[in-house]
Structures are given as structure tokens and as C-alpha cells.
């Protein structure tokens, strides 16, 4: 088999694989076998993965530190929910248009911000970015028209299951994608060796710049599925702390590695509602648990490779059609 028709082979698969496990997911839900608590959690889930999937493309595909991550989440929050609530349309035609306004108005944020600082590298780096995160949450908390310090509410609950589940696994498979276009070999190029990378011509700045600014869309587009389906936005949520979490998925989940950032997101989601009945120690187990996690596994679940289910299948059949030796042991 040809290396066109193995990739096609492959894409169906992983297509299929989406379809079957969202249809489960759905069933499960529809018929109450999972609690209206862990349905919540597995929406939260939907958009955690999405923050940590975009941030991976900044922080792991190019290889910059960034530490603002929360506050495009929270344009991206507050422009849909100020949209929905002043428009009167449909909600199949309102609902789109928000998510896309709020990506679209996080995008501007973040070409407007990533220009300056993108300049800058390490530390520095993420020092800027983490002012300007909490330039946009106190600047939030300080306008009259987005609620100030006492929130915003009234907000349509349109966030649903479906809604998350398919906008978070197209937004991944559309940032894999770009990984594999010009574009994105030339941010690989960068992460690698941004001096080597700019010898033969590639522009560093607009290269960055073009990461950083995709990067904040689709957190602007998660800040909305989250605004619409908590229906009460708080500037205090879009904090220091927000940006730290979304950072943890990713280098837990394996820098540069987007299904490492899906499993991260899922293990780091569930597991403080897993401990909650542990109730005073649950939050001392969790950071135990990570700091072993960053001892034993420095790289991360995942490292820089992505989960394939064609890899996996394939070794599996490797498996099974290994000859077993005589007397029905396995070699010692």
C-alpha cells in the first residue's frame, strides 16, 4: 500500500474512531447513565482541551513560553456572550457567529500583542505576556458595559455536549494539520534553531506571530463555549492561576504533543473530582501527584509523539502474529 492511500487509510480510521466515541458518549448521556454531575465534567473536559491544545501550538510547537493564555480566553468569553445578548437571532446561526467573533477579536488581540513581544525570548518572554493577561482582566474588570468586578450574567446556556465535542476535535485536527503544511515546519524550524532557521530565510518574527495568533483564536473560541455554558462570567476566573492550570496540561500531556494535551486535559480535569470525597487531602494528592509526574516523566505522557491508533493497531497485529515458541512460553 502507497503512502497517499495509508494516510487516507489512516484519516478514516481516526474519523470513525471520533463517531464511535462520540456516538457512546451521547447514549451514555441521553439515557442517564452518566450523572448530570459528570456530564459537566466532561463538557468542562471539551474545553479544557481546546486551551490546551491552542497553548501546545505557542508554548510546544514553537517553543515560547507564554503565560497570558487565560486572558484571550476571556475576550474570546466576554465578546460572545456580549454578542448573543444583544442579538436576536436564531440560536443555530447565533451561537456560530459568537464563537467566531470571539476567536476572531482574540485573533487581533493577539497579532496586536505578539508583534512587541514575540521579539523577546525566555523569560522575558513570558513575563510580558503575563502582564498583558492581567492588563485584560483588570481592564475587564473596569468596564461598565462587560459587568465590571461584579460579572456579567443573563447569558444563554448554548454550550452543549455536542457543541464541544466537535468544535474541540476539529480544532485539534485542524492545528495537527497545520503542523504538516510550510507554514508549520518553518515554527518547528524556529523551536529547534531559531538563529539556523532565519540564516536560510525563514522570518521569525512573522512566523511567531502567525503561531501566537492562531493560538489565541481557538482560546478565544473555547472562552466562548465556556462563557455560554457557565452563563456567568467573573473576571477573577480569567486570573494568573487560569494561564498556570492551561500551561500544566501542556507540559503534563508532552510539549509540542496535541493528543498528549487531549489525555492531559482529561487526567487533570478528573482527577480532582475522583479525589473530592478525600475532601482536605484531595488537593495535597493532586499536586503530589504531579510533581511525581514531572520527576519520573520529565517529558511529559506523551513527549513529542502523537497517539495513533494506526501505530497501535498495527502493533497489535505484530503482536498476535508472533510466533509462539514451543511449549506455549514466552521467551524468558
Not at 240 to 266: D, P, Q, R
Request: include cysteine; charge should be neutral; charged fraction near 15%.
Amino acid at each position: 500500500m502507497d503512502k497517499a492511500k495509508w494516510t487516507s487509510l489512516c484519516r478514516r480510521r481516526n474519523f470513525l474512531a471520533l463517531v464511535l466515541g462520540f456516538g457512546l458518549l451521547y447514549g451514555l448521556m441521553s439515557s442517564g447513565f452518566i450523572s448530570m454531575q459528570y456530564q459537566g465534567i466532561i463538557i468542562t473536559i471539551g474545553i479544557y482541551v481546546l486551551l490546551a491544545a491552542s497553548l501546545n501550538l505557542t508554548t510546544g510547537v514553537l517553543g515560547e513560553l507564554v503565560l497570558g493564555h487565560a486572558g484571550f480566553m476571556s475576550i474570546g468569553a466576554y465578546t460572545a456572550a456580549l454578542f448573543t445578548l444583544h442579538m436576536d437571532l436564531p440560536a443555530l446561526v447565533e451561537f456560530p457567529l459568537a464563537l467566531l467573533l470571539g476567536g476572531a477579536l482574540a485573533a487581533v488581540f493577539g497579532v496586536l500583542i505578539g508583534i512587541p513581544a514575540l521579539r523577546l525570548r525566555g523569560d522575558y518572554l513570558a513575563i510580558v505576556t503575563l502582564g498583558f493577561g492581567e492588563i485584560i482582566r483588570v481592564v475587564i474588570q473596569n468596564l461598565s458595559f462587560t459587568g465590571g468586578g461584579r460579572g456579567l450574567y443573563g447569558i444563554d446556556e448554548y454550550t452543549t455536549f455536542p457543541w464541544v465535542f466537535w468544535i474541540a476535535a476539529l480544532s485539534v485536527a485542524v492545528m495537527y494539520a497545520m503542523i504538516g503544511t510550510r507554514q508549520g515546519r518553518a515554527i518547528l524550524s524556529l523551536r529547534e534553531n531559531e538563529i539556523a532557521a532565519e540564516a536560510v530565510g525563514v522570518p521569525g518574527t512573522r512566523y511567531k506571530v502567525l503561531a501566537f495568533t492562531i493560538s489565541s483564536f481557538f482560546a478565544g473560541v473555547a472562552g466562548g463555549l465556556y462563557a455560554h455554558y457557565i452563563t456567568v462570567l467573573d473576571p477573577a476566573t480569567f486570573d494568573f492561576n487560569m494561564s498556570i492550570e492551561i500551561l500544566v496540561m501542556v507540559v503534563l500531556g508532552g510539549m509540542g504533543s496535541f493528543t498528549g494535551s487531549v489525555l492531559a486535559a482529561v487526567v487533570l480535569t478528573l482527577l480532582p473530582e475522583l479525589l473530592r470525597d478525600l475532601a482536605d487531602y484531595r488537593m495535597l494528592i493532586y499536586s503530589v501527584v504531579l510533581v511525581l509526574m514531572m520527576i519520573l516523566r520529565p517529558q511529559g505522557l506523551l513527549g513529542k509523539r502523537e497517539f495513533s491508533l494506526s501505530r497501535l493497531w498495527e502493533r497489535l497485529t505484530a503482536m498476535l502474529k508472533k510466533p509462539v515458541p514451543a511449549g506455549g512460553k514466552g521467551e524468558e
